[in-house]
């Protein structure tokens, strides 16, 4: 049963680290472009990060450092999806008087 159980989670760390790639990519998109504003940017560079704790995350538990990945790994990929939220609410606001500015 533990052998079920580590296999699943080197499974996920596995998908966590692929789905890595779609924000990583959209980073590049975006810095090709030469726009004012990079409010994306920054979103799917934090969003990158959030994964690729995840799959670190998972990973740690699957080799059986279930201390490093319950005591670090995890209340640090939530302060990152938290600061992912905050920025996004942020860069929302700030959508908001620009358009209001135009009107």
């Known amino acids: 049963m533990i052998l079920i ?4 989670s080197i499974i996920q760390s596995i998908v966590y680290f692929i789905a890595a790639a779609v924000p990583i990519y959209l980073n590049f998109i975006i810095k090709n472009y030469n726009n004012r504003n990079n409010h994306l940017r920054y979103l799917s560079i934090v969003l990158a990060g959030f994964v690729t704790m995840q799959g670190m995350y998972h990973f740690a538990g699957a080799l ?11 209340p640090l990929s939530f302060g990152i999806l938290l600061f992912f939220g905050i920025i996004y609410l942020i860069n ?3 959508g908001k008087e620009e358009v209001k500015e135009l009107q």
């Open 5 to 8: 159980q580590t296999q699943i």
């Open 64 to 74: 059986g450092f279930s201390l490093l990945a319950k005591a670090i790994l995890e």
């Open 92 to 94: 929302r606001s700030k």
